[in-house]
């Protein structure tokens, strides 16, 4: 446990390292009046702080610089830091002028966070942990062949033909697709599956293409992420070596980049920042990850975060991708058709 001095002090060499990023000196930290510390106890805490290993001295007689430990202490001392209003107000009105679509807001948000960022920004399509019917429409093309479109929450249409041993009207169709909507309007594939009802074989056999496909979009990996700003990410002075963007980019390629960036253990709500050696791949041990959830729990969430060196400014970065979720949760709710902020109200 760090005392209030320690603390400002470590807190004053990260923000300097961020800034300038070389090895900030004892004499830089000796000189900012506003901790009112001499030399020599400056030193003396500069020490401390490097045995309890916060801090790393690359050489004997340079000045320290952040280790993962010490980014992490920093970290928790800036958790309640906000996105400045201005800042707020232009991301809302880039949305509120952009078109109401879910891809369209995703390659939006990948490329706001990337700029605000000034890394590389990672944007996952939301996706149903388990799909909800919200429509069924059944259209007859040929005599025995008909065009099921089931609309899904979350504005998600899924089409398939389906042929019948005998000819069906259309007349039919639709009564038989107002009886299941009435039955099974708003339940998961799980739950159709389940329900106790009367069918006819018509009906029993629509329910089985049914729930066959909302199975199947239950299985589904999670599409191709957005990304955005490698560029920004390349150009820092860490990833001046070859084999730090290599391991990146063979891990973007193969398609693990998502899995890294958010593991089934970040849950909740809020931004979680894992820094260096923190990280499980060893091809992001260089790096770190601040991430959120985006969505309504429990029926569609997806993940906004940046990937960037340890050396992140944090104080930014954290306030901004916690604010593009928030409008993203927003966005997703509209096509759920729910209020979110009326859904915190009541809680």
């Known amino acids: 446990m760090l005392t209030t001095r320690s603390g400002r002090i470590l807190n ?17 930290i000796a000189s900012d009046i506003s901790l009112g ?4 106890t400056v030193r003396n805490e500069m020490a401390h702080l490097e045995r309890e290993g916060y801090l790393i001295r690359p050489h004997t007689s340079a000045g320290c610089l952040p280790s993962d430990k010490g980014y992490r202490f920093y970290v ?3 958790q309640n830091v906000t996105l400045p209003y201005e800042e707020q107000r232009l991301i809302s009105h880039t949305f509120h002028q952009a078109e109401r679509e879910i891809e369209v807001w995703l390659s939006l948000s990948a490329t706001l966070l990337a700029r605000l960022a000034q890394n590389m920004a990672v ?4 996706k149903s942990t388990d799909c909800r019917l919200k429509h069924l429409e059944l259209l007859s093309l040929q005599e025995t062949m008909a065009l099921a479109v089931i609309v899904l929450h979350g504005a998600k249409v899924k089409q398939k033909l389906i042929t019948f041993k005998e000819g069906m009207s259309q007349a039919k169709l639709t009564v038989t697709s107002n009886k299941l909507n009435s039955a099974f309007a708003d339940m998961t594939g799980r739950e159709i599956e389940a329900k106790e009802i009367e069918l006819i074989d018509l009906e029993n056999e629509i329910v089985g293409h049914l729930v066959e496909i909302m199975k199947a979009e239950d299985q ?3 599409a191709e992420p957005y ?4 560029h920004f990410m390349i150009n820092q002075p860490e990833f001046a070596h070859s084999d730090r963007v290599s391991a990146l980019m ?3 390629e193969q398609r693990g980049l998502l899995k890294v960036l958010a593991p089934a253990e970040i849950t909740g709500e809020g931004v979680h ?3 260096g050696k923190e990280n499980r791949s060893t091809a992001m041990q260089n790096c770190s990850v601040v991430v959120c959830r985006y969505g309504l729990p429990g029926e569609a969430t997806g993940t906004i975060g940046v990937v960037g060196p340890t050396r992140m400014a944090y104080s930014r970065t954290i306030p901004t991708v916690y604010y593009l979720s928030s409008i993203l949760s927003k966005l997703v709710a509209s096509l759920y058709g729910r209020d979110i902020n009326r859904n915190r109200e009541e809680e």
């Not at 004053?12 to 830089?28: A, N």
């Not at 990304?227 to 490698?230: A, E, I, R, S």
């Open 12 to 28: 004053s060499i990260v923000q300097e390292y961020i800034i300038k990023i070389m090895p900030v000196p004892s004499q830089f």
């Open 37 to 40: 510390v001499s030399p020599a």
């Open 76 to 78: 928790e001392s800036i």
């Open 123 to 126: 944007v996952s399509k939301p």
């Open 220 to 222: 589904q990996e999670y």
């Open 227 to 230: 990304l955005d700003g490698w």
């Open 250 to 252: 063979e891990l973007t």
């Open 273 to 275: 920042v894992i820094i």
